[in-house]
């Protein structure tokens, strides 16, 4: 039984699905096994993909097209191990994600989730500035991405991703209610995950309508946890708003201070264009003068 099932939804990504498995497969913890979910892939170079990877490690489940939350139930319905961790098909791991994560989730039976610090690649790159995890904030927005571990037995308990979050989010409500089995989270503070970013990624974001949508349903899945914990809401929104306050007024200063900056600035430019030609002036008065002086020692 191994002690860790990757699960790999793939729709149309074939061209990048051997750097994600790759990343898998170069673990320093290599007990786990890699379970790719073929979500009614219409991309032929992508099934002959998916097709082609026969390896002992490597199982491969082929569905209609039935969206990220199904794909991700199906494939962890048919893992064995005690730990689960999503991967999406254009994504990737640092050699010892694994690795970090089995010794957290070994030493306390009360971790429920297990992330890490992120890097982005890509169209994009440099370090995820995501905040460090609060559950206050966790409330107001996910913060948590798709990758982080979780226990199989949990997964169970919840009954999986919801299918509801029909413009994405099923990981933020999935993560949510995993909270609400109590459990704890914790971060590592290494950057052992890489998000590419591209044109069509999800972290660009969603319309308005959907983003309204979107958290409208995942207060209505989580009413008890909203509910219990409006006043927590509260006071970290009017913190929010405070600090926003405190920004505002330090841009403003900003921009009053380069608005004198600016202005002196065009008084220096209007005092070199007044100068440039008393310059010339003096100058070729100079140089006449020296000149004539040159031209009378000659004589």
């Known amino acids: 039984m191994p002690k860790i099932s990757v699960i790999i939804p793939c729709f149309n990504h074939g061209n990048f699905i051997h750097e994600a498995i790759e990343s898998v497969l170069s673990q320093t913890f290599q007990d786990f096994e890699i379970i790719v979910v073929n979500d009614g892939s219409t991309d032929k170079v992508t099934n002959q993909i998916l097709n ?135 971060k590592i503070p290494k950057n052992l995950f890489y998000y590419r970013k591209s044109s069509d990624s999800m972290l660009n974001g969603v319309k308005n309508e959907r983003f309204f949508h979107s958290y409208k349903q995942l207060v209505k899945n989580h009413k008890d946890l909203y509910t219990e914990n409006a006043d927590l809401i509260f006071e970290h929104i009017y913190s929010l708003r405070a600090e926003t306050s405190t920004l505002t007024e330090e841009v403003l200063k900003l921009k009053e201070e380069n608005s004198g900056l600016k202005e002196r600035q065009e008084f220096l430019e209007d005092q070199l264009l007044n100068v440039r030609p008393l310059s010339r002036l003096l100058f070729n008065s100079l140089r006449k003068k020296i000149f004539s002086f040159r031209a009378n020692r000659v004589l």
């Open 52 to 186: 082609n990877l026969d390896t002992p490690k490597i199982k491969v489940i082929h569905t209609a097209n039935q969206g990220l939350a199904a794909a991700r139930n199906n494939g962890i319905g048919q893992a064995a191990g005690e730990y689960i961790l999503p991967l999406d098909a254009d994504d990737k791991i640092a050699p010892t994600y694994l690795e970090e994560a089995v010794k957290i989730l070994g030493k306390n039976e009360n971790v429920g989730i297990v992330y890490c610090k992120a890097m982005l690649f890509g169209e994009e790159s440099g370090e995820w500035m995501l905040p460090d995890y609060s559950f206050s904030t966790m409330l107001l927005g996910n913060i948590i991405f798709c990758s982080g571990f979780f226990r199989r037995e949990d997964w169970k308990t919840i009954g999986g991703y919801r299918s509801n979050m029909i413009y994405g989010w099923e990981d933020y409500d999935f993560w949510l209610s995993v909270i609400e089995l109590k459990r704890e989270v914790y």
